[in-house]
């Protein structure tokens, strides 16, 4: 029997990372999101940072999406994540009402607390309150999306009540688990999490499922759990090519963590594929690997994503190709039988 037999969506992930200028990578970006569509991935997802381009290239997720809903006409579109505490909830709601009409129905909207301390301070907000804000936002949102009378008497227009099925909540934490549970969202787990000083050899699926198990003890009852997993994920032809990029962009990475007061997660190839929670080899090397992830047996979506391993642009196009021709199909998943399947030789 198939472990991953409940893994019923495929999606992509990018931070927009690629080594070019803004207008550039957001062309790459684009393109790896169309190339996505036609290899049959369900879902394609961006994420917002502000400020911190190394650590991804996107403030304006909306309009990013607005102009791929154009270009594409099945692949859902998720939000991955609004930094929420830094956005005004109801411009929120209006914008995600207004490209969920124009793309047809396919935005998933995910939200988080995340963001660089010093990204709130450009605000004018006290990073310590982002949980608190957030909270207060997010039910800002869902109230706007849902057609509640806000104060001062108004109402958004368009209203998007079909959005508050389709919220995601990413957590790193136990608590923020039964958060999204209570709540009847969908529930994002990251790609890796810091290890804690007690467990720092920790490995993600002791993190991440007591996280579920949170989320689905809080889950009102018949509403259906929905659970992405992003996993950094880098699949290539040729074994030895895969580990040589892999080397270049986890040293890359690695500089940038210890340079956040990280501790140094060890010097050799191997010792950063670890720490980072990277899946990286051939086709063969990354079912292996991602059958080793327990977590993923739990969960309902899978999202991969090239980083922290970032390769050059044609490399990730036929990642993309082999997860969905070779890789997801051994894991449970199923294309769509309208989608024009990849090449794999």
Same mark, same amino acid.
């Given at each position: 029997?198939?472990?991953? +037999? ?13 080594? +070019? ?22 879902? &394609?997802?961006? +994420? ?12 304006? #997720?909306?309009?990013?999406? @607005? ?6 006409? $099945?692949?859902?579109?998720?939000? @991955? ?18 490209? !969920?009409?124009?793309?047809? @129905? ?51 227009? #368009? ?18 688990? &039964? ?59 040729? $074994? ?6 892999? !080397?270049?962009?986890?040293?890359? &990475? $690695? ?9 140094? =997660? @060890? !010097? ?16 063969? !090397? ?42 997801? =199909? ?13 090449? &794999?030789?």
């Amino acid at each position: 029997m198939n472990r991953f +037999a409940k893994l019923k969506r495929l999606g992509f992930f990018t931070r927009l990372l690629d080594d +070019a200028a803004p207008a550039e990578r957001y062309r790459l970006a684009t393109e790896q999101i169309l190339h996505a569509e036609k290899a049959g991935l369900d879902s &394609a997802w961006i +994420a917002q940072h502000h400020f911190h381009e190394g650590e991804g290239g996107l403030p304006s #997720p909306f309009a990013f999406l @607005g102009f791929v809903a154009a270009r594409t006409s $099945r692949i859902r579109l998720g939000t @991955g994540i609004v930094t929420l505490p830094l956005e005004h909830p109801v411009r929120v709601a209006e914008d995600a009402a207004v490209l !969920d009409l124009l793309s047809g @129905g396919r935005l998933e909207l995910g939200v988080g607390t995340g963001g660089n301390p010093s990204a709130f301070a450009s605000f004018g907000l006290d990073s310590a309150q982002r949980a608190e804000i957030f909270a207060r936002n997010l039910d800002l949102v869902r109230k706007a999306l849902g057609g509640t009378t806000l104060p001062g008497g108004d109402m958004i227009y #368009p209203p998007g009540p079909q959005l508050c099925d389709r919220i995601w909540q990413a957590t790193f934490s136990v608590s923020g688990g &039964a958060r999204a549970g209570r709540a009847g969202d969908g529930l994002l787990l990251s790609r890796t999490q810091p290890r804690s000083k007690d467990a720092p050899r920790a490995s993600l699926a002791e993190i991440q499922d007591p996280i579920i198990d949170a989320y689905l003890e809080a889950l009102p009852r018949g509403c259906q759990p929905r659970i992405m997993a992003s996993r950094s994920v880098f699949v290539a032809d040729d $074994r030895k090519e895969a580990l040589r990029l892999a !080397d270049i962009g986890l040293r890359r &990475a $690695r500089e940038h963590f210890i340079a956040g007061g990280h501790a140094p =997660p @060890g !010097d050799t190839l191997s010792e950063m594929i670890t720490a980072f929670d990277v899946h990286v080899g051939t086709a063969d !090397d990354v079912i292996d690997s991602l059958r080793a992830d327990s977590t993923l047996q739990r969960v309902t979506d899978l999202v991969f994503q090239a980083h922290s391993i970032d390769p050059p642009h044609p490399f990730i196009l036929r990642s993309i190709d082999l997860m969905a021709s070779v890789v997801a =199909p051994v894991l449970g998943w199923t294309r769509e039988a309208e989608a024009e399947a990849p090449v &794999a030789n």
